[in-house]
């Protein structure tokens, strides 16, 4: 049988722990909303980006049109003129496609890190759920031993 000092001496030490636990919950509550709020923000940019692309399409055709004008017209300045302006669409449309290529990883990544932080609060949840089981048992045995508890 424990002595009361003993049984104080665990009760302090699974309160301690559950301060500890209740910190590490805190703090991956705090992370997972940056990262909800990163993912957010990923996903609004994946979809700007998409939307650049499916302008930068359609002013592809309207270019290509162009180009066919001109060359029916046999306007020939007009044709290299347009014809820049298609190879400046094609460079920018690449640019945009490598950017949703970074974007696409970068929500993988955030989507990997969310679910690592949910496994590491359900951890920790558990392990306080557990302390706060155990701690009730130790301050019913405590106070029936005659022990009080500070009121402050």
């Not at 060359?71 to 347009?82: C, G, I, K, Q």
């Not at 951890?123 to 005659?146: C, F, N, S, V």
Request: glycine fraction near 2%.
């Amino acid at each position: 049988m424990s002595t009361l000092e003993e049984l104080r001496d665990q009760i302090e030490k699974a309160e301690r722990q559950m301060k500890i636990i209740e910190l590490q919950i805190a703090h991956y509550r705090n992370i997972m909303q940056q990262e909800t709020d990163i993912a957010s923000r990923i996903g609004d940019r994946i979809l700007d980006i998409r939307n650049s692309l499916e302008a930068s399409n359609n002013e592809q055709h309207r270019i290509q049109e162009r180009i066919l004008s001109c060359v029916e017209n046999r306007d020939d300045s007009a044709v290299l003129a347009t014809r820049k302006e298609l190879v400046d669409l094609t460079f920018n449309f690449q640019k945009l496609v490598d950017q949703q290529t970074t974007m696409d990883e970068m929500k993988e990544v955030a989507e990997q890190e969310a679910r690592s932080l949910e496994r590491q609060l359900a951890k920790a949840e558990t392990i306080h759920w557990h302390l706060r089981m155990d701690l009730g048992p130790l301050r019913k045995q405590y106070t029936q031993m005659g022990g009080t508890f500070d009121q402050s």
